[in-house]
């Protein structure tokens, strides 16, 4: 497809269980970023991949959050042991280099409860 | 601590007014500006960018004016119409582009 692609749209976990979830970016976009966003808040910052190189995982919010693009395209982020906590929207967005910077375009977000 | 703000949660323009979105920034180093528009359960869609080297850019009906000194930028939205009604986001990112910061969006209605 022409943009980013998030699956699953929407999941309900019981607290406890691992979840996964999956970002499909734009065809040669080597950016990736995911991110958080809560009810009423902004995104904020999870993770940046360049190619299959995870250059920042400054925003993951503890050890139960994973994530990986090992070929460079797809990329999948694991939250382990999940907590009602962890409930929000997870965002992928791919980007590329302009002159001015880097723009990136999100996808529909998946949408996570955890009950 | 929030680096992007926009202090405004919701804003109501009647259409074909000008809308003025606004965004402060506490980062010296942020050089990269962009706005997004978000529909409910939609993610967020990028609209317009400007770079510190500017102080506007345009597109179309939307326009983003940039004041370094006053770390502060606006969207400009001439005319407003019903579609323009959404949550829209500002972004802020130093040179590296590695971290976009966002505000907390403001929420537009635009009233027929």
């Known amino acids: 497809g022409a943009g980013v692609s998030q699956s699953p749209r929407y999941k309900v976990a019981k607290r406890g269980q691992d979840v996964a979830l999956r970002c499909d970016p734009i065809?040669?976009?080597?950016?990736l970023f995911w991110y958080q966003q809560a009810l009423g808040q902004g995104p904020e910052f999870l993770t940046y991949?360049?190619?299959?190189?995870?250059?920042?995982k400054s925003g993951l919010p503890s050890d139960r959050f994973f994530a990986e693009r090992p070929e460079g395209s797809v990329s999948t982020l694991k939250i382990q042991r999940t907590q009602q906590e962890d409930s929000a929207v997870y965002l992928c967005?791919?980007?590329?280099?302009?002159?001015?910077?880097?723009?990136?375009?999100f996808g529909e977000g998946s949408w996570l409860t955890v009950v | 601590d929030q680096q992007v703000k926009q202090n405004s949660p919701s804003l109501s323009v009647q259409e074909g007014r000008i809308s003025i979105l606004n965004c402060d920034y506490t980062?010296?180093?942020?050089?990269?500006f962009l706005w997004y528009k978000k529909y409910p359960a939609e993610g967020p869609t990028f609209l317009i960018s400007?770079?510190?080297?500017?102080d506007k850019n345009e597109d179309g009906r939307f326009t983003v004016f940039l004041n370094k000194s006053a770390k502060h930028l606006s969207l400009h939205i001439v005319p407003s119409q019903p579609g323009d009604s959404a949550v829209y986001f500002c972004?802020?990112?130093?040179?590296?582009?590695?971290?976009?910061?966002f505000g907390t969006g403001t929420s537009l209605t635009v009233i027929p």
């Open positions: 400007i770079s510190s080297i500017k």
């Open positions: 972004a802020a990112s130093a040179d590296t582009g590695n971290q976009f910061y």
């Open positions: 980062n010296s180093m942020f050089d990269y």
């Open positions: 991949f360049q190619n299959e190189a995870q250059l920042d």
């Open positions: 065809s040669g976009h080597v950016s």
């Open positions: 967005a791919s980007g590329v280099w302009g002159f001015s910077g880097n723009t990136i375009y």
